[in-house]
């Protein structure tokens, strides 16, 4: 089997590359392209690792003919295009957790940079100005820390400032009462924070609701000589008007780690009294590096060569313990999705699954966007499990979810079942010795079937004689039968008949089975 391969295509810590190799992958470093160079060269590669300088746009995902997933090691994903990434079924990964600590450092750091100007000090005394009395400065004990976001990096820079004996009030909409309890701090309403915080720091991401956040109008709502820490993302405030607020002295300090636009080679704030800035650091600690390279590889690795999935910003996770179990019904939901898919006609309101017995313990979001995935690609070939449910919710899908733990005839069960205008139909399957997949339903009909390769569909009246006609029909256009599966509603009622064949039925063919006496319909079938 050819071994995935997997670019890096930021500067990113050499384990990287050493755990991707262990785990299965052949890597190339290629660091430091254009835009241009990126697009000529990703079409080779199954797995592409970045940090934040490659900007991973719609052109570049179009390129990446081969391309599986992106790992970011880092935290914010504002540099990748998710929604299209996700469109064209490309699984998106970040390592939330390997650089908060050294990011919140950052922040603290700044802070205490901004209350005793240690960078403006430290200048001036390399300079020989020994400028002992120009930098009196504030003490941080007892100060009120407003933090604009509470989530990883947020609740660290709190745990930090109440252990320098600061009060800490939170600006969070999904901080619950309780975890505020949990930290220590106060949660308020962004106005409260912004009259009574002495320092604000930034922990959000940039969306469209935190975009902007600190504001023109809203700076001007702040305590008058706050000091303001951003290492979160460059666009959370107004640049040109924190620049005015410097000097106007409604804030009397700012420290940024990132800028609306990076790299920020030049900036109206630059030279500002009171202004100091690092480019982007905040991530950049050996141990932050280490930690985000050695788990976005193992991520990468597990998702290319086992199945894993962690961390997805786009799709369910799956631990690799739980892939090799869950691989059967995957490929189970996806064949009865993909049955489903070629047999319904008409416009469709809704599908539910519905798991049951022992595929009711499982994690059903795998099994959820199989079925959409083998639903959906009977309409595109571009669908698989990371945007099967996008483009299910697009398309104005109702997608329901169903367990019952207990089993019923079967220890273990699949059921597709669809809306449509003409009603509501259901396929349902089980495992065979655990791991083969098989159908045993097919609209009220028991009727047990592989879903697998080439396959004929018929609907007939039960009657003598039939059998030997469609064999006959098939032996003269020379298509060889697999097997033969038969179930019928009642005896002289409506019968189906699924038939795998070793090649696909032509569509001539399927137009003379139509003509037999007593057929109702007739359809060429693929899995
Ligand atoms: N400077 C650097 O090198 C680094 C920067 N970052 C940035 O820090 C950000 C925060 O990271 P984490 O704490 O790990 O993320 P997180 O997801 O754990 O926390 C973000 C918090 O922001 C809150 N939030 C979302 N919308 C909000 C709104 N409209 N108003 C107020 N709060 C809102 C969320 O509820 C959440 O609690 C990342 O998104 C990333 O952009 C992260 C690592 C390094
Ligand atoms: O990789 C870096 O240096 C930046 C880290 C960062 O901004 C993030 O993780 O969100």
Known sequence: ??????????????????????????????????????????????GLAIRSSTKVTKEIIDAAKNLKVIGRA???????????????????????????????????A????????????????????????????????????????????????????????????????FLSPERAVELGIEKVELDDLLARADFITLHTPLTDQTRNILSRENLAKTKKGVRIVNCAR?????????????????VAGAALDVFQTEPAKESPLFGTPGFI??????????????????????????????????????????????????????????????????LT??????????????????????IVAAVLAGFLRTQSDTVNMVNAPFLAKERGLEVREVKTE?????????????KTDSGERSVAGTLFSNSEPRLVELFGIKVEAELDGPMMYIVNEDAPGFIGRIGTLLGENAINIGTFNLGRREAGGEAVLLLSVDEPVPAAVVEKARALPGVKRVMALGF
């Not at 405030?237 to 002295?249: Q, V």
């Not at 799709?315 to 490929?331: D, I, N, W």
């Not at 008409?346 to 795998?366: D, M, V, W, Y």
């Open 277 to 342: 800035c690092t480019p982007h650091l905040g991530a950049s600690t050996n141990e932050a590096q280490v930690n985000v390279a050695l788990q976005v590889a193992e991520q990468i690795a597990d998702f290319l060569v086992n199945g894993g999935v962690t961390n997805a910003l786009n799709m369910p996770s799956l631990s690799a313990e739980e892939a090799p179990k869950l691989k059967p019904y995957m490929a189970l939901a996806q064949r009865l999705g993909s049955l489903v898919g070629q």
């Open 1 to 46: 089997m050819t071994k995935p391969r997997v670019l890096i295509s930021d500067k990113m810590d050499p384990n990287a590359e050493r755990l991707l190799r262990e785990g299965g992958c052949d890597v190339d470093v290629i660091t430091g392209e254009t835009p241009e160079q990126l697009i000529a060269r990703i079409g080779d590669y199954d």
């Open 110 to 173: 700044m802070m205490f940079a901004l209350a005793r100007q240690i960078p403006e000090a430290n200048a001036q005394t390399q300079q020989g100005l020994w400028p002992k009395n120009g930098f009196m400065g504030i003490e941080v004990t007892g100060k009120t820390l407003g933090l604009i976001g509470a989530g990883n990096i947020g609740s660290i820079v709190a745990s930090r400032a109440l252990g320098l004996r600061m009060k800490v009030v939170a600006f969070d909409p």
């Open 74 to 108: 880092g935290i914010g994903v504002d540099n990748v295009d998710i929604p299209y990434a996700s469109a064209k079924g490309v699984v998106v990964m970040n390592t939330p957790f390997g650089n908060s600590i050294t990011t919140a450092e950052h922040a603290i």
């Open 234 to 250: 460059g666009g959370l405030i107004d640049e040109a008007a924190l620049k005015d607020a410097l000097d106007s002295g409604q």
């Open 345 to 366: 006609t008409g416009s469709l309101a809704r599908i539910s699954i519905h798991t049951e017995g022992a595929a009711a313990e499982l994690n059903a979001k795998p």
């Open 406 to 418: 207990k089993a019923g005839d079967y220890h273990t069960l699949i059921r597709v079942s669809v």
